[in-house]
Nanobody, 116 residues
Framework: QVQLAESGGGLVQPGESLRLSCAVS????????MTWYRQAPGKERDLVAT???????RYANSVKGRFTISRDNAGNTVYLQMNNLKPEDTAVYYC??????????WGQGTQVTVSS
């Protein structure tokens, strides 16, 4: 059973940076896609960045050039480096893993607030 736990959220000013972490417990075998989503109040959950097991990476247009998804060498932690944060980046950020059987695993979310 895969369990995910996000951390690293907080309150920052526009232009500042944060790094979110998604720690994985359980077997990573069969995990094929790792994705960061975000959900702002009153809005749908949107894809932010995604990485396949083969390291194919894609970003939402709104974060290209500012956010970077990565993982540690052991593959136990997935990161989202967020630079030049904007107020519109304010949301709850979730990590999601999908395995080869299309099962989805979600973390509990971490709040990111960008405000002056």
């Amino acid at each position: 059973q895969v369990q995910l736990a996000e951390s690293g959220g907080g309150l920052v000013q526009p232009g500042e940076s944060l790094r979110l972490s998604c720690a994985v417990s359980g077997s990573m075998a069969g995990i094929i896609v790792m994705t960061w989503y975000r959900q702002a109040p009153g809005k749908e959950r949107d894809l932010v960045a995604t990485m396949t097991a083969a390291n194919d990476i894609r970003y939402a247009n709104s974060v290209k050039g500012r956010f970077t998804i990565s993982r540690d060498n052991a593959g136990n932690t997935v990161y989202l480096q967020m630079n030049n944060l904007k107020p519109e980046d304010t949301a709850v950020y979730y990590c999601n893993f999908r395995d080869s059987g299309s099962a989805d695993y979600w973390g509990q979310g971490t709040q990111v607030t960008v405000s002056s």
